[in-house]
C-alpha cells in the first residue's frame, strides 16, 4: 500500500552509463525503503480520523468522494450530507444513489443565498442538514461520512463551529469523517487529523471552458 | 452547480443588528450572484479537459477517483490506469472492479523499486501501463480516464514527458484525463487545463496512525 507521507521522492536521473546508473539506482532504493520501513514501524496505531480539504482548488469535494469510494470497496457503510445543493443532480449523488445499503445520501434544502438571498432559511436548512450528521455520528454502523461543503456552513456562520467539533469528537472510535470546502475555520483545523489544502496552480474555467460533467460536476 | 473558481467567499459577520444584517447580507449576496453570473456568461466552452493533481498532500488520488465515479454517475464510460500497485487490494480496486462495463480498471505490474530495487524491470512495466493508458486515449468511447500516479513514473524518467503530452493531445476532443501523483513536471503542468497543488496542513500519519482502510487505501 501506498502511504502518503513517507512515500519515497525519487529523483529522476540525466543520461548516464546504464550499469553505474542502474547500481546508484538500487543503493539508493535500498535506503529509503529502510527509511520508509522505519516510519512505518513508528506508525502503528489505528483510529477513526478526520480529513479536512480546504482551499480555493479543484479536488476537495471529488476527493472526499474519492474516499467513499475505498470504504465502500472495503464493505464499510457511508453516509454523505451534502450542504450545498446545485441546480443539477451531480454525478456523485447519481452514482451513489444506486447503493442505498451502502451510502446513505442527504442533499440539503434548495442552496445558500447567493441564489437564495434568505439568511435565516439558510441558517435552518444548515441546521436540518448538521441534524442529519449528527445521527451519522451517533451511529457506530457507519464506517466513513462525508460532510461535504460543511466549511462553506461554518465560515457563514450557519452552524457553531465549537458544537460541531464537540458532536466530531463523540464520535465512534473507529469511524472516519471527512470534511470539504473553502476557508475551514482554524478550530476544525487544529480538531483533525489530515489537513490539505488544494492549491489552485491553474483551472480550466480561466480559459473560458465551463464546467464539465465528470470533471466539476 | 458549484463552479470552483467563481464560488462566492462569503465573509462570516460578526454580532449585530439581525434586520440590518439580513439586508446586508441579501445585498451582498445580490452583488456576488450578479459577479458569478457574469464569469459563468463568459465560459462556455465545452472540451475535454486535462486535470492533473500533484504535491505532498492527501487528495491526489482520492480526488482522481471521485472524477471517475462522477463520470459514471453520468452514464460515462472510464478507465483506470494504476501506475503504481501495493501489496494490498485498494478499496478504490475493490469497488470499480464490480463495475466492468463501467470502468475499465488496470493496475501496473507489482510496484517500483523502493520495493523491488530493479530499474530495467520497472521501466518495461511503466511502458506496458503507458500502452494500456495510449489505448484508451485512442478511443472516444471512453470519457474519462484516470492515470493514477503517472507523475511519479515521469519524474522517475520511466515514461518520456514529450511522448506521453503527444498522446494525451491527440486524444478525442470530449474526453477527459486526470493525472495524479507527486511531482509533476513542468511541462504536463503546462499541458494541463486544471492542476491543483495538494499542500499538506498536516497528516494524521505524524501522530503515529497508520495508512486507514477507506481513507488512505
Redesign the interface.
Known amino acids: 500500500?501506498?502511504?502518503?507521507?513517507?512515500?519515497?521522492?525519487?529523483d529522476?536521473?540525466g543520461p548516464a552509463d546504464e550499469d553505474g546508473?542502474?547500481t546508484r539506482?538500487?543503493d539508493r532504493?535500498?535506503r529509503?525503503?529502510a527509511v520508509?520501513d522505519d516510519?512505518?514501524a513508528?506508525?502503528?496505531?489505528?483510529?477513526?480520523?478526520i480529513?479536512v480539504?480546504t482551499?480555493?482548488?479543484?479536488?476537495?469535494?471529488?476527493?472526499?468522494?474519492?474516499?467513499v469510494?475505498?470504504?465502500?470497496?472495503?464493505g464499510?457503510k457511508t453516509g454523505v450530507v451534502q450542504f450545498?445543493k446545485?441546480?443539477?443532480p451531480?454525478?456523485?449523488?447519481?452514482?451513489?444513489r444506486r447503493f442505498p445499503e451502502a451510502c446513505e445520501f442527504h442533499v440539503m434544502g434548495e442552496g445558500?443565498?447567493?441564489?437564495t438571498?434568505?439568511?435565516?432559511r439558510d441558517i435552518a436548512k444548515a441546521q436540518a442538514a448538521w441534524a442529519q450528521a449528527r445521527r451519522m455520528l451517533r451511529d457506530p454502523a457507519f464506517?466513513?461520512v462525508l460532510f461535504d461543503?460543511l466549511n462553506?456552513a461554518l465560515?457563514?456562520?450557519y452552524l457553531d463551529v465549537d458544537a460541531v467539533i464537540a458532536d466530531l469528537n463523540a464520535r465512534p472510535e473507529m469511524q472516519?469523517v471527512?470534511i470539504t470546502g473553502?476557508?475551514a475555520p482554524q478550530a476544525l483545523?487544529d480538531a483533525?487529523?489530515?489537513?490539505?489544502?488544494?492549491?489552485?496552480?491553474?483551472?480550466?474555467?480561466?480559459?473560458?471552458?465551463?464546467?464539465?460533467?465528470?470533471?466539476?460536476?
Open positions: 500500500m501506498t502511504q502518503e507521507p513517507m512515500s519515497p521522492e525519487p529522476s536521473t546508473r542502474n539506482h538500487r532504493m535500498v529509503k525503503k520508509i516510519k512505518i513508528k506508525a502503528q496505531r489505528d483510529c477513526g480520523v480529513v480539504t482551499g480555493n482548488g479543484k479536488g476537495k469535494s471529488s476527493s472526499g468522494f474519492g474516499m469510494v475505498r470504504a465502500m470497496g472495503h464499510m450545498i446545485g441546480a443539477i451531480t454525478g456523485e449523488e447519481k452514482f451513489l445558500y443565498t447567493w441564489d438571498q434568505d439568511r435565516e464506517g466513513l461543503e462553506i465560515k457563514l456562520g472516519h471527512v473553502r476557508g483545523i483533525a487529523h489530515t489537513v490539505t489544502d488544494m492549491t489552485p496552480v491553474k483551472h480550466a474555467f480561466s480559459e473560458g471552458i465551463r464546467a464539465q460533467p465528470g470533471v466539476e460536476m
